[in-house]
């Protein structure tokens, strides 16, 4: 078949999208727009999963305004135009939206499959709905803990309209984990669709690895050999839309002006940027990073920031971030240090409603002055406050606070949930050490101190610090131990002087392997039996869980506090149940010993969460390296000195932490914690994980396409595709898989996918079985049946053809409508086939073509009723819609305009995002319509004979 531009196609993946015109042939590809979606789509000429939209005569088809009964179908140019009623329409006149089956044609020539098949079908169609109307899709299958604040703030975020927000959770609170959150769920809704990270450049692996690992998420790296590469073929190109999902250092992108532009332009729905405190600005000036993600920003309708460094460290530096996300609103420091003041002496009376702490007279006079404009507060302010009128006095002040519109920040003291740190330090005797020891030591620590870490000589067969490690695993022989270094030399150095030392089992876990090779050592290490010690470069402290374990060997220590609270995060989580022991040992006068002693008497490192790390590091990083090295030769004064410098750093450490805990925004933590009524997600994740038919209904869709499963433990199988039945069933490319169904599971082994109905795997299998004809028409005889008896069963898809920003399926997903008639033409919707006779149907052997003549005669009256009987009930299923709509986000609508009057932050353009929202669906669900997917004629055994 010739390809033509302005034929119409429908994707047999995607039905939902409507019909697609094809505007482009270019080479081995096609591109097709499905307009009423906005939706552009290219494929591979030889296997688009696409099908030429054919109707044939007696169909009723729509377009420009009109629609007509098709009495004859021509052929001009390439295009099909439709003849009837005196009138024309050409296929590329259309309407997006049209009924398209052929299921009625496949049951009346005979065609059919076997009842169970039909019956499957259904029971697809009804649980995809049913995941897609979840506020967990796209986080169902995602590995995260339900850690509840988390949670939260995904929820509240998400539905953010535009998305323009400051993450700003303390260190170890997972604020990665919430934007990977945000981001999948807005991606698996389609409310965006280009998305554009960007980290500095030790977080991009990091990250990279999180958004697939846990979300499923694949993100193209890119750096300037790959924009280069995608020119080589058009010089004219730009590199950074060949993807949809791009994940870049920001530090190349602003080094070149030439890739800052390209990015620029490129457009994008959604931009996260980490490490936002990195970017620098001031009233006069601003860094070629803060200036890209300026630019980036008034382009781009969502942009999510994060941070950990709280406002306290830098109300300049604070703003500077609150004007990316809204300049309009954020547009002068001096005014906004001043509003910030005002809520100071407010933030410290919510802290005592919070706390249930009585108000003092000037607390009382205060807050009527802040509610001065509504009668209902000041009223409740008149009297002594109770419970409730606690609540409604706080959540109003929570509600005129302005950052906290725009900013998240949970603490650890608010969250809790956390184990102990004990700290085991030991001082091992560094006058044993000979010469050749202490160069080698001082060289190490020169290495570890390089952003990239050369090689070096390693002799660990003759170190001291072997046997504190080999005593300590063989004095608690029961436990497990990670240890992290510096680098993937010093794994391998240590490795293979372990297998000749000791007979403990050891696992590895560097940068140099593959990710398949670090999940299967990662998985080694979680098994009972398996590894007991764990040995990892820096890359084991980035983004991985191995809180089954209690024990962190620190070989080494980083520089940066940061770096060591992340090696330390792996094992101190939220949920841990065990108190974590941190081991680590020096020898007294080196250069490691002086860093040791640094992170322990001066920021208390190895005990609590310091916030100001970077900061402390930041004011004396540099002298801790001299000093360090002056300790390590011996020099005059270098005990003194190392003294000098921690009690400078714990004065500093006690200054900034009373200094934050002082000017803690007890009101935008409150913002954060209280919103009550967000728990929906957390709530339909427990679900998710409750519901063990989903965990049944996944097996028997993979044997549909011939892959066979083995329980290996409960709710943990291994899918073998062996009989695998088409090349494109998604994922198990590399023969059998084990997988999972429980979340506890899938969080200790990695290598374990999370199976639920939004995992692509099995979302891509049921888009697999929908998009072909498989049970989608069905014969079956029901001996239970009184004589003579023959009935139509249909199953319609209630298809809204809409933007896909519009997120239609929160509201009316693809829903299946079932309606049974007889050939009475009587509806008899109660009537479910005898379970007999479905499972007889695949021995009964029917001569199908002795009855073409009578299907041909019944099917078309029947399916006519039905059809008529689909759209009423679609109205029902619409009016539902519409009425969910209004509740939720008209009550929504109303909440914001009554919060703009007395809460500045409340942006115009939020408001005007609701309401053009509201009004887009209002328009598409009413244009909503059932199509047909599904047929099975059921008749008694008696009427057979009366073909």
């Known amino acids: 078949m010739a390809l033509v531009p302005g034929q119409r196609y429908i994707s047999n993946a995607e039905p939902e999208l409507g019909l697609g015109t094809l505007i482009r042939i270019e080479g081995r590809s096609v591109q097709l727009l499905y307009a009423t979606a906005g939706v552009l789509r290219q494929y591979a000429v030889h296997s688009a999963p696409i099908a030429r939209a054919e109707f044939r005569i007696g169909q009723k088809v729509s377009g420009k305004g009109f ?89 509240i975020a998400a539905a953010r309209q535009p998305l323009r927000i400051l993450l700003a959770d303390e260190v170890g609170l997972g604020k990665t984990i919430e934007a990977g959150m945000i981001l999948a769920r807005l991606l698996a809704s389609g409310r965006v669709g280009r998305v554009l990270v960007l980290l500095p450049e030790t977080l991009v692996y990091q990250w990279f690895v999180e958004l697939l690992r846990r979300f499923n998420l694949q993100f193209s790296l890119f750096d300037e050999e790959r924009c280069e590469s995608i020119e080589t073929s058009d010089p004219t190109r730009n590199p950074f839309q060949d993807e949809q999902l791009v994940m870049a250092s920001i530090g190349f992108l602003s080094g070149s002006a030439k890739r800052a532009a390209q990015v620029t332009e490129a457009g994008w729905d959604l931009v996260i940027v980490d490490e936002a405190h990195h970017l620098t600005w001031t009233e006069d000036s601003a860094s070629a990073q ?36 809204d300049p309009a609103r954020y547009h002068d420091l001096r005014s906004y240090v001043a509003e910030a003041d005002s809520f100071t002496g407010l933030s410290e009376i919510a802290g005592r409603l919070n706390d249930g702490e009585p108000l003092s007279s000037d607390d009382v006079k205060a807050l009527a002055g802040r509610f001065g404009d509504d009668e209902q507060l000041t009223s409740l302010l008149a009297k002594p406050l109770d419970a409730a009128a606690t609540n409604t006095v706080l959540d109003a002040l929570i509600d005129r606070h302005g950052t906290g519109r725009v900013m998240f920040r949970n603490r650890r003291g608010q969250v809790g949930g956390f184990p102990r740190r004990v700290a085991q330090l030991v001082t091992l005797d560094g006058s044993e050490l000979d010469d050749a020891q202490r160069q080698h030591l001082l060289a190490e620590f020169h290495a570890d101190l390089q952003a990239t870490a050369p090689e070096i000589e390693l002799p660990y067969a003759n170190d001291p610090r072997l046997n504190w490690l080999l005593g300590m695993i063989d004095q608690l022989a029961a436990e497990k131990f990670l240890l992290v270094c510096r ?51 820096e890359i084991g402290s980035e983004g991985r869980n191995f809180q089954f374990a209690r024990h962190l060997v620190l070989w080494d220590l980083p520089l940066d506090p940061d770096l060591l609270e992340q090696r330390i995060g792996r094992l101190d989580r939220i949920g841990q149940k065990h108190d974590i022991l941190i081991h680590a040992c020096a020898f007294s006068g080196t250069a490691q010993h002086a860093l040791m002693r640094w992170f322990e008497l001066g920021l208390d490192a190895f005990r609590s969460s310091p916030s100001d790390g970077r900061e402390l590091l930041k004011r004396y990083g540099q002298r801790l390296v001299e000093v360090a090295e002056q300790h390590a030769h011996g020099g005059e004064d270098a005990d003194s000195e190392l003294d000098a410098l921690i009690g400078a750093t714990r004065a500093s450490h006690e200054e900034l932490s009373a200094l934050v805990n002082s000017g803690r925004d007890r009101l935008l933590e409150l913002a954060s914690a209280r919103q009550s009524h967000a728990d929906r997600l957390q709530r339909a994740l427990a679900a998710a994980d409750a519901n063990h038919g989903n965990d049944e209904f996944i097996l028997r869709l993979f044997e549909q396409f011939g892959i066979e499963n083995e329980e290996l433990a409960p709710r943990t199988v291994v899918l073998d595709p062996e009989y695998l039945s088409t090349d494109g069933f998604p994922g198990l490319k590399d023969g059998p898989q084990q997988v999972t169904f429980d979340r506890g599971i899938a969080l ?58 519009l997120a239609v399926d929160r509201y009316l997903p693809p829903l299946p409508i079932r309606i049974v008639v007889d050939s009475r033409l009587l509806p008899r919707h109660d009537y479910q086939p005898a379970a007999d006779a479905v499972k007889r149907s695949a021995d009964r052997a029917i001569e ?100």
């Open 290 to 325: 803060y200036t890209l993600v300026e630019n980036l920003a008034a382009r781009t309708p969502g942009l999510i920031l994060l941070t950990a460094t709280p406002e306290q460290l830098g109300r300049s530096g604070h703003f500077a971030r609150l004007r990316l996300l």
């Open 487 to 537: 680098s993937q030399a010093k794994v391998i150095a240590l490795e293979e002087i372990l297998r000749t030392r000791s007979g403990v089992k050891v696992a590895r876990f560097h940068e140099g392997m593959s990710l398949l090779q670090r999940d299967r050592n990662a998985a080694y290490f979680a098994e009972a039996e398996g590894a007991r010690l764990l040995l990892c470069s």
């Open 67 to 155: 629609s007509l009964v098709i009495e004859s179908v021509a052929e001009e140019d390439g295009l099909l135009v439709y003849h009837g009623g005196g009138k024309a329409l050409n296929e590329a006149e259309l309407d997006d939206s049209q009924s398209i089956s052929r299921a009625d044609e496949r049951l009346v020539s005979g065609r059919v499959d076997r009842a169970d098949h039909f019956d499957f079908r259904q029971e697809a169609l009804l649980r995809r709905a049913d995941a897609l109307r979840s506020p967990a899709w796209g986080l169902e299958s995602a590995r995260i803990d339900l850690i509840a604040h988390q949670l939260r703030v995904a929820e």
């Open 848 to 947: 199908y073509s002795r009855y073409r003549k009578l299907l041909a005669k019944l099917v078309k009256p029947m399916l006519a009723h039905a059809e008529t009987l689909a759209r009423e009930r679609a109205q029902v299923e619409i009016g539902a819609a519409l009425t969910t709509i209004e509740r939720e986000l008209g009550d929504e609508h109303a909440r914001l305009v009554a919060l703009a009057r007395v809460n500045p932050a409340v942006r115009t353009e939020e408001i005007e995002a609701i309401d053009a929202e509201l009004e887009a669906l209002r328009t598409a669900i009413p244009q909503a319509a059932p199509r047909l997917d599904a047929v099975r004629f059921i008749c008694s055994t008696d009427f057979l004979n009366l073909a």
């Open 748 to 805: 200790a082994r990695e290598d374990l996918p999370l199976l639920r109905m939004d995992h692509p795997m099995v979302s891509g299998a049921i888009d697999l079985l929908l998009e072909g004809e498989h049970g989608n028409a069905s014969f079956l005889v029901d001996d239970s049946l009184p004589a003579r008896s023959a009935m139509l069963e249909c199953i319609f898809v209630l298809t809204c053809v809409a933007d896909r920003e």
